[in-house]
């Protein structure tokens, strides 16, 4: 029996790019900071939060919307069209 774990996998990435005002970068960078995590983990988890709390959402998700911008390759560039 091993003296240490091993250390949980890390889920598959994307890289996805997007653009943001000053100051809402800015909020972004301090509340990672406040957090002592990346701001890549912020937004995975706000995006994550936002998901599966909007309700009209998840019932357009289970009908007959299905994803369709999915990477399939690790570092796979994604940039969704923002309106």
Same mark, same amino acid.
């Given at each position: 029996?091993?003296? #240490?774990?091993?250390? $949980?996998?890390?889920?598959? %990435?994307?890289?996805?790019? =997007?653009?943001?005002?000053? +100051?809402?970068?800015?909020?972004?960078?301090?509340?990672?900071?406040? #957090?002592?995590?990346? $701001?890549?983990?912020?937004? %995975?988890?706000?995006?994550? =939060?936002?998901?599966?709390? +909007?309700?009209?959402?998840?019932?357009?998700?289970?009908?007959?919307?299905?994803?369709?911008?999915?990477?399939?390759?690790?570092?796979?560039?994604?940039?969704?069209?923002?309106?």
């Amino acid at each position: 029996m091993a003296v #240490l774990k091993a250390p $949980p996998k890390q889920p598959k %990435t994307t890289v996805v790019q =997007l653009r943001l005002d000053h +100051d809402t970068r800015e909020r972004l960078t301090k509340y990672a900071e406040f #957090l002592e995590s990346s $701001p890549s983990y912020v937004v %995975t988890e706000a995006l994550k =939060l936002v998901c599966n709390k +909007d309700k009209e959402f998840q019932a357009w998700l289970s009908g007959q919307h299905t994803r369709t911008a999915e990477p399939s390759t690790k570092g796979e560039s994604f940039q969704p069209e923002l309106k």
